[in-house]
Nanobody, 116 residues
Framework: QVQLVESGGGLVQPGGSLRLSCAAS????????MSWYRQDPGKERELVAR????????NYADSVKGRFTISRDNAKSTVYLQMNSLKPEDTAVYYC?????????WGQGTQVTVSS
């Protein structure tokens, strides 16, 4: 079955960096666009970044443009989110997401906390 497993979250100071990974299995990874979402308690889940199947057409939320980079390694069935210049408002649980036909799949999430 489809599985998405995120890792790489943690506590980081403002201005710091983290790299999130999402290991996918159970489907043909190279055939689907992949996305990262985030959700802070009390807020709606929001799209952070999306990458096309070939990795050449990334899209970003305005709030993270120029600071975050999404990438993928189709040979490893893994999508990454490099987060630089982190701000306290980036604190959230980050989720990996894929839509396969009409079904959506989410990972379990990884907590990112930006605080001094």
């Amino acid at each position: 079955q489809v599985q998405l497993v995120e890792s790489g979250g943690g506590l980081v100071q403002p201005g710091g960096s983290l790299r999130l990974s999402c290991a996918a299995s159970g489907f043909t990874f190279s055939g689907y666009a992949m996305s990262w979402y985030r959700q802070d308690p009390g807020k709606e889940r929001e799209l952070v970044a999306r990458i096309s199947t070939a990795g050449n057409r990334p899209n970003y939320a305005d709030s993270v443009k120029g600071r975050f980079t999404i990438s993928r390694d189709n040979a490893k069935s893994t999508v990454y989110l490099q987060m630089n210049s982190l701000k306290p408002e980036d604190t959230a649980v980050y989720y990996c997401y894929v839509r396969i036909f009409s079904t959506t799949y989410w990972g379990q999430g990884t907590q990112v906390t930006v605080s001094s």
